[in-house]
């Protein structure tokens, strides 16, 4: 048999295994998590910049009396990017390990997981709460507060400055439909406002580390399956003609 009929007769097999469906699965679980992953670092990105004393004292300047107007406007839009993304992503991975493992040991470990890591989680229920505000009532009111801290010499400069994005709490409260996995964290705030920061990024390293758990599990649950892909694809790589293998 020659290299020809041996690379059709491995690309078959490959095809054909199960190995590749778990590759697969490895795969659209990255790809699932991306979306989010860019959402959370514009996001995240933005709440820095702001913050900046260099950029937030430009927001107030009377020359420029749109700034404050686009910035909330553009952290609105954001925020709705990382809420509808993070809820996509929930449903997305429930079906794909739902698919894959609904009859094998790993969806009771899944389960586990899920119940230990979020249920009853202030953070999470507060997140998913928002998103159903966001996409079936209204934006969520973003808003601006600056503080300053007097320093040593009671002088007050930017540098002693503090220039936070936040939620109109009151607005929220005017929404009917807070359940019981959102209502702690929303109670928990004492005053009209909540810091964008209190929540995006603790939601975003939660399921991070859920996410990293889950994917580096089903690698160990697969690896026998996913040593023998990686071999046969070595061979299938030997067997290309040079141009292809160069990429050419």
């Not at 005017?174 to 928990?188: A, R, V």
């Amino acid at each position: 048999m020659n290299d020809q009929n041996d690379l059709q007769t491995l690309m078959k097999e490959v095809n054909n295994s199960s190995a590749l469906k778990v590759y697969r699965r490895l795969v659209d679980l990255k790809s699932n998590f991306y979306c989010l992953g860019i959402n959370h670092l514009e996001l995240s990105k933005f709440i820095t910049h702001v913050r900046n004393n260099e950029v937030w004292p430009n927001l107030l300047n009377p020359k420029y009396p749109r700034g404050i107007e686009i910035t909330l406007n553009e952290t609105a839009r954001l925020l709705q990017n990382y809420l509808a993304s993070a809820s996509a992503l929930v449903d997305q991975t429930r079906a794909l390990i739902d698919s894959g493992y609904k009859s094998h040991s790993f969806h009771e470990e899944y389960e586990n997981q899920i119940k230990n890591r979020f249920v009853g989680n202030p953070i999470i229920g507060f997140v998913e709460d928002l998103r159903n505000y966001s996409l079936h009532y209204s934006l969520p009111v973003t808003g601006a507060n600056l503080t300053f801290n007097q320093n040593e010499s009671d002088k007050i400069s930017a540098s002693t400055a503090d220039f936070i994005l936040v939620l109109d709490r009151p607005s929220l409260l005017l929404w009917s439909n807070w359940s019981t996995k959102g209502k702690p964290f929303l109670n928990k705030i004492t005053g009209n406002q909540i810091e964008l920061s209190s929540f995006v990024d603790p939601y975003f390293n939660q399921v991070n580390e859920f996410h990293q758990w889950m994917f580096f599990r089903i690698q160990e649950i697969h690896s026998k399956e996913l040593s023998w892909l990686e071999e046969k694809d070595q061979r299938i790589r030997s067997l290309m003609p040079n141009k292809v293998q160069k990429g050419m």
